[in-house]
């Protein structure tokens, strides 16, 4: 068996562990609605959904209906502007001005920025205009005359290439040099030449009205309401290169892994690491922290480098991971202000890295070995999943942030007892967990960590608007 066939087996073993953590975290949070999409070395391993379209309709939400993955949009607009640069239509290093006329004829510093710096935002332009009310839907996002003032109205804050600063504005722009440069419309070019040749079927460059029923519901945050509203959708008109797509966790999941170096052929490799190379860190003060590409955020999850892009819409979070290197690729979607995209993805990455770590401590156990025990139980001090991860058997704490924060590695004793044998030792290590079963075999409980006793536990059954946070 090949290192690749052996990790693929080993992420195999572990979308069960996957698929019941993230249950359990939509509904510790009360999220509701959750895509979520696995991919390696080019093939979808997993993709489901949890919770609702639309709470209020009762409409389970599914693995093709639409989320707004906002910026997510930057990584399409660089990667349409890679295109033309391939093609020959413009030069990376060709000035905005070029292609955008009124900078010039406005007297904005930008004009003289290129468009790689735009990319890789170090052209010192604003972020979101001096009223960036838009993003609370107090007004329309800006058309291209509103966007041009945006921009023109004191638009660089800093001198081009002085530092990095992330800028919708800036993106926006480059939407105008794409359709400029390729005499098409910024949303049919990147339809015409990303979406399409990828077949991603339920991707889009902004709002689209007659997909209207296969749109999720976005729902307001617990920040500052014990209860969540719903959200509208709106256009982004001239910001849809920095913010206006729409799509699926599947849909990029097969659009990402068109970016994973020597797959698809999309883009050359040359183009690839040209966009996703580090061009700024984020935090002055670490050059290590995470960074920024072109169109590429650029970031490492424990030991793996992994490039993508968070999304945040009125009512969407969003983000998708890469590791260019070896091809995996994981996608989350959640309709909901301050949605646990990010934690999940992460944490989906923490668990696929354990399961491929052939030199992790603790026994090696069969799937038939693992079946005798995995489970969620609970007592009034919390809750523990005993879960295979890889072919290793682990005891995890699915309420914190990272399931993989503080493990307890497990080894078979006998048909019921299992011995705790590596982890934190203010915990039970060296100790054992008993099952307890009833005459056909079914758990009936655990006694385990201080000698406590827990039983089997369930998500419960709740109505739609309950678990979404609603009422």
Known sequence: MTDTEATRDAYRTTLPTIRDWVAYKVWQLRVPGVQVAIGYRGEELFSEAWGHADVEAGRRLTTTDLFRIASHSKTFTATALLLL???????????????????????????????????????????????????????????????????????????????????????????????????????????????????????????????????????????????????????????AAATGFHGTASDLVRYFSAHVLGQGDLLSDHSKRLAQRKSWSATEDDPAARGYGAGFIVDRIGGREVRGHSGGF??????????????????????????????????????????????????????????????????????????????????????????????????????DTLRMTHGNRFGSVDEDIVVARDADGTVTGIRGSGGMSEEPWTIPDEAPEVAAGLA
């Open 85 to 239: 640069a391939e093609r020959g239509v413009l030069r990376l290093d060709d000035t905005v001005g070029t292609y955008v006329p009124a900078l010039v004829e406005g007297g904005s510093p930008i004009a003289d920025a290129t468009v790689r710096e735009l990319m890789e935002m170090g052209a010192g332009v604003i972020r979101d205009g001096h009223d960036g009310d838009y993003w609370s839907l107090a007004r329309p996002f800006p058309d291209e005359d509103e966007l041009l003032a945006l921009v023109l109205d004191r638009g660089q804050k800093v001198p081009t290439g002085s530092s990095f600063n992330y800028s919708n504005l800036g993106y926006s722009l480059l939407g105008l040099v794409i359709a400029a440069a390729s005499g098409r419309s910024y949303n049919d070019f990147v339809r015409q030449e990303i979406v399409e040749p990828l077949g991603l079927r339920n991707t889009g460059p902004d709002w689209d009205p007659s997909r209207e029923d296969d749109f999720v519901v976005g729902y307001s945050g617990f920040h500052v309401a014990r209860h969540r509203q719903r959200v509208a959708h709106v256009d982004t008109r001239a910001m």
């Open 314 to 415: 009125p009512g969407h979070i969003t983000q998708s991971l890469f590791d260019p290197e070896s091809g995996l690729v994981v996608s989350v979607m959640t309709s909901a202000a301050a949605g646990p995209a990010t934690l999940l993805a992460t944490g989906i990455i923490h668990l696929l890295d354990a399961a491929a770590d052939t030199g992790a401590p603790g026994a090696v156990v069969t799937a038939e070995q693992a079946a005798r025990f995995t489970g969620r139980y609970a007592n009034p001090w919390g809750v523990t999943d005993i879960a295979r991860v890889g072919d290793r058997l682990l005891a995890i704490d699915p309420s914190g942030p990272d399931p993989m924060e503080s493990p307890t590695r497990l080894e078979v004793v006998d048909q």
